[in-house]
């Protein structure tokens, strides 16, 4: 590729390494910083800032960056949703990953939902999508560190199967829950329950 001289690059050759570049580098830091999640999950030396967070602005700003491709978010909210208790990178990191995996595991055009809804002293955030689905096997391994079905088309998704485990261990450690529920060929929804701020002050 690079044995190329300059004046054969068309611009549309440039743009297109330049986006590849971008892409790949976005991967790579994205999986060192997963690698170093790994380690201080594994030393136990993984800090967190747990604060009263807003779930609407937060979902708002996930959906908002990253590649908007063929792949419409559509975002609901219950009204006057409270602040839950979080640190909200980490948070963010969670509904990262679980979008990443939606777009990932879905074909172009179809569409993927994140609900936030109050469920008693909870909040519960939901990722849907309607791709491919989850086998009933696969459902108890996914969030297992390394583990990727070996389906050819997360092969090609690329990945290292570190996402689902990272989202279950940082839920872990905020005092959140994550649940999956999928039927094969029609779709997945992967929810995280949080404590709603107000409660655990009065509890604690
Ligand atoms: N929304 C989804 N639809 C279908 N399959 C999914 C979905 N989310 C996860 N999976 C399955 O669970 C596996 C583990 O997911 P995980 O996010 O841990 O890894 P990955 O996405 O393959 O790689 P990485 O997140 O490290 O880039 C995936 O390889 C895929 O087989
Ligand atoms: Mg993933």
Redesign the pocket.
Known sequence: MLALRGDQLSPELVTEFGRRMWRASRWLSRMIG?LLDLAQIERGTLLLDMEPTDVEALVADVTAVGVRDERPIGTTADPGLPLVLADAGRLRQVLG?LLS??R??SPPGSEIAVESRRAGDRVEISVR?R????SPA?LER?FRAF???D?AS?RE?G???????LVKELCQRMGAEVRVESRPGEG?RFTVSLAVAAAVRAAG
């Open positions: 997963d990953n995996n939606a990932k595991f999508d791709g491919r689905g989850i696969q996914i583990v990727q079905s389906a997360t998704a990945g290292l199967g570190t996402g689902l485990f997945s």
